[in-house]
């Protein structure tokens, strides 16, 4: 039975990654993989942000690079 759910799993993680396209996400995957190690906390935060950050994108709360700069520049009182 775990087998068939892992192979369930790995083949809707294919479909997934296939079809995505924001390379930072697949970036953050990568280097989920990659690190193994992780403190599982760590780890569930990272996903949860990760999820949070996609969701973001989807509803289109997103800055263009100018508003982003100046956001940054007036948390560090720039």
Same mark, same amino acid.
């Given at each position: 039975?775990?087998?068939? +759910?892992?192979?369930?799993?790995?083949?809707?993680?294919?479909?997934? @990654?296939?079809? !995505?396209?924001?390379?930072?996400? &697949? *970036?953050?995957? +990568?280097?989920?993989?990659?690190?193994?190690?992780?403190?599982?906390? @760590?780890?569930? !935060?990272?996903?949860?942000?990760? &999820? *949070?950050?996609?969701?973001?994108?989807?509803?289109?709360?997103?800055?263009?690079?100018?508003?982003?700069?100046?956001?940054?520049?007036?948390? &560090?009182?720039?």
């Amino acid at each position: 039975m775990i087998a068939m +759910k892992t192979i369930d799993i790995k083949t809707e993680l294919k479909s997934l @990654i296939d079809q !995505e396209t924001n390379l930072s996400l &697949l *970036e953050t995957v +990568k280097a989920l993989f990659k690190q193994r190690d992780f403190d599982p906390s @760590i780890e569930k !935060e990272m996903i949860s942000r990760a &999820l *949070e950050s996609e969701q973001d994108i989807k509803e289109g709360k997103v800055y263009t690079i100018d508003e982003a700069d100046s956001e940054l520049n007036k948390r &560090l009182g720039l």
